[in-house]
């Protein structure tokens, strides 16, 4: 009996092959050609995006599409073929398909105009693929009518699926796979699954964004990047937490790391014992795709662009020699990692771009003031960082100077440096000063309220924290539980509103409650802006930049054209966004990309759909004065002040560079970052989240250990 083989199965399952050195390709078409056999279906269509192509781009997928339609035709399934042999030609196509899709979304995307493809060029070369992908169905429909193309109905599920998993379905990617899913056409879903996607892509208001250079983008998250770089996302953070969301996704991370657990016997007796090696590892089973994702746009920008952010291991943050170890030996395996893959990315291109050097930069916590010391001396290697949890002007700017430092120095080496970020965690900062100011009015109001207890539980019903206030018998952290911001989004819940007015011992009515809170969250909204726009007028409005650049030069002994790449290659990276608002008020030409959640891109969208929307009302937004009334009613909160001024110290040395303006004295100081509110907390998530995962990959170790008794018996 002939076995039945699970088309839509054998696609989803289907792996590509390694990477084989040395290459023995012919010439660029015949070097896609085999990789896209491989299974390499990704590299083969970004090996194109070079500049090498232009002018050749219509050609080389011409030959590309001779040489695939050959093997599609002689990969017509028989029924006297052997399963093995069905599942092969099945794979044939399969990877044909994905080839040529993956060839027309970069040439639809922004890849496409940084090469510098010309639209007749681009516009050319899709309609040939699109014209391939009809004839190809057509011819799998002819064979069996009643099958309506079935390698390329998976194939197009197969992408469609890997959209849907971003963020479990809450990210702009997820709706964008609903929208290009509803213009499908039967018949034709190769072919019209690319046409909608061009549409789905070039309609995004971050296509538009980038390609009209009002800012740069990156993603919080490690998944759903290849359709991010299609609408010009240049960037991506990891941490801890999105790690372990990473797996949660994407569960073939797991059959990948069960791979490398394999291939580490001497885990296996005892993981606990390896328990920092095994959490790295896992993390960078998620990294190494992020790597190659941006790997195209980190040699077309000269390492400017195309930056992947690690976050180095929070339980050695405050030591600048585990620190530097950590990330010493995570890019050592990424360039490891990458010179096998650029030997194929770039093969037949010149030689003269540097091959090997990892898109990599490390993400240095700045939870004490030794964070400068680190963020210096990867600096000084020429490896490239971003500052994270940093939420204030004078944190950040202490920061910024640190990683001045180490890039002059590394220049003075003559390296050529990497992009290095300063992240400004502002919703962060925001749900913080929320909390703060939630808890300082709730308990003013119960202060003078004999039935404390029963306001607090019907306050914890409306906010759905019951549970979780049962738990404790402590008034003041019952209050904590009800004003955090797992609860509590907003001052103008209703629940807080009622809350408060029955409480309120005067005749204080709802309504003014409602406008009084109303007016203290519209100002707190844009406590992580002012932030992030301060530090950007200090280091790059153009009275300053130039002052900067003269005291580089003075201090650190580096040429004006030195000087000009380490300012050229910082930007400020705001993140944690929790509205649209805080995307357009920080746009700015140069300097500056912003990092953005997927669910908050799926806002960011929403809002660009409303009619009158124009994104160049924002350009450069982030130069923008602040509104007084609301810096007015900002600086009566202490933590904003600690986070909006700088310090006495801090001050005279922007004086000696020759920044001028009233900046405040009451910011945080570098022994005071460790005990500053967020801080505290986002650290705290950080380790908890990364100590979750450590223990997650250690179980799995100690599972799959289980399985492979020889191997444990190797290992002892």
Request: with cysteine.
């Amino acid at each position: 009996m002939r076995q039945v083989i699970d088309v839509r199965q054998t696609v989803f399952e289907d792996k590509p092959e390694g990477l084989e050195l040395p290459i023995r390709s012919l010439d660029h078409s015949d070097h896609v050609f085999k990789n896209v056999l491989a299974g390499r279906s990704r590299l083969a269509a970004d090996h194109l995006l070079s500049r090498e192509m232009v002018g050749r781009l219509s050609e080389t997928v011409g030959n590309v599409i001779r040489q695939l339609n050959l093997e599609f035709l002689k990969s017509e399934v028989s029924p006297h073929d052997p399963a093995d042999v069905r599942i092969g030609k099945i794979r044939v196509r399969q990877r044909a398909y994905e080839a040529l899709i993956e060839i027309a979304l970069n040439t639809v995307g922004a890849e496409s105009k940084r090469v510098g493809f010309s639209e007749e060029e681009a516009e050319k070369t899709l309609q040939h693929i699109v014209r391939t992908l009809e004839i190809w169905e057509s011819s799998e429909a002819q064979v069996d009518p009643s099958s309506e193309g079935p390698v390329a109905r998976a194939v197009v599920e197969k992408f469609i699926h890997d959209m849907k998993i971003v963020a479990s379905g809450t990210s702009m990617v997820a709706r964008m796979a609903e929208e290009i899913e509803g213009e499908l056409v039967r018949g034709r879903l190769a072919a019209t699954f690319v046409l909608a996607a061009r549409r789905a892509v070039q309609e995004n208001v971050y296509f538009k964004m980038s390609a009209q250079g009002l800012c740069k983008f990156g993603n919080d998250y490690a998944l759903g990047l290849r359709w991010l770089r299609h609408l010009g996302f240049v960037q991506v953070s990891t941490n801890p937490v999105l790690a372990a969301r990473a797996y949660d996704d994407d569960s073939s991370l797991w059959d990948d790391f069960r791979e490398v657990v394999q291939g580490h016997p001497e885990w296996h007796s005892h993981p606990d014992n390896f328990g920092d090696e095994i959490v790295m590892q896992a993390t960078m089973v998620a990294l190494w795709p992020n790597l190659v994702v941006f790997r195209p746009i980190a040699f077309l920008s000269k390492s400017r662009d195309g930056m992947v952010s690690y976050q180095l291991n929070p339980s050695v943050a405050g030591s600048l020699e585990g620190s530097v170890e950590d990330a010493l030996k995570i890019y050592s395996s990424a360039g490891e990692f990458l010179r096998g893959y650029d030997a194929h990315l770039m093969w037949g291109y010149p030689s003269e771009e540097e091959r090997g050097r990892p898109n990599i930069v490390f993400k240095v916590a700045g939870e004490s003031a030794v964070a400068g010391d680190i963020t210096a001396a990867v600096n000084g290697m020429d490896i490239g960082t971003n500052n994270t949890v940093t939420f204030a002007v004078a944190q950040e700017s202490t920061l910024i100077m640190a990683a001045m430092r180490g890039m002059a120095r590394a220049k003075r080496m003559g390296m050529s440096l990497t992009q290095v970020y300063e992240t400004n965690m502002g919703g962060r900062l925001e749900s913080h000063i929320r909390e703060t100011e939630a808890e300082r009015v709730l308990n003013a109001i119960l202060e003078d309220t004999p039935d404390k207890e029963t306001i607090l539980r019907k306050l914890a019903q409306g906010l759905g924290a019951l549970e979780e206030l049962d738990k404790t018998a402590s008034l003041e952290e019952k209050v904590r539980i009800v004003c955090s911001s797992r609860y509590l989004k907003t001052l103008t819940d209703r629940a807080f509103v009622d809350a408060l007015t029955a409480a309120e011992v005067g005749e204080a009515s709802s309504e003014e409650t409602l406008r009084s809170l109303a007016e203290l969250e519209e100002a707190i909204g844009y406590a992580g802006t002012l932030v992030a726009q301060r530090v950007y007028r200090i280091f790059f409005s153009r009275e300053n930049l130039d002052k900067w650049l003269t005291h580089i030069r003075r201090e650190f002994g580096v040429s004006e054209v030195g000087a000009r790449e380490i300012m050229d290659k910082i930007d400020i990276l705001p993140a944690s966004k929790r509205k649209p608002s805080d995307t357009f008020l920080t746009l700015a030409r140069r300097n500056m990309t912003n990092t953005e959640f997927p669910n908050h891109q799926s806002n960011v969208l929403r809002a660009s759909r409303q009619e009158g929307f124009d994104p160049r009302r924002y350009e450069d937004a982030i130069m923008r004065d602040p509104d007084p009334d609301i810096l007015r009613k900002l600086s009566s909160i202490q933590d904003f002040r600690k986070a909006y001024e700088v310090t006495p110290e801090l001050m005279e040395k922007f004086r000696s560079v020759g920044i001028e303006g009233e900046l405040g004295d009451g910011g945080l100081g570098p022994d005071e970052w460790s005990s500053f509110g967020p801080v505290v907390k986002t650290m705290a998530e950080f380790r908890a989240a990364h100590d979750r995962f450590k223990r997650a990959t250690i179980d799995f170790v100690r599972e799959v250990a289980e399985r492979c008794p020889s191997r444990r018996e190797t290992a002892s």
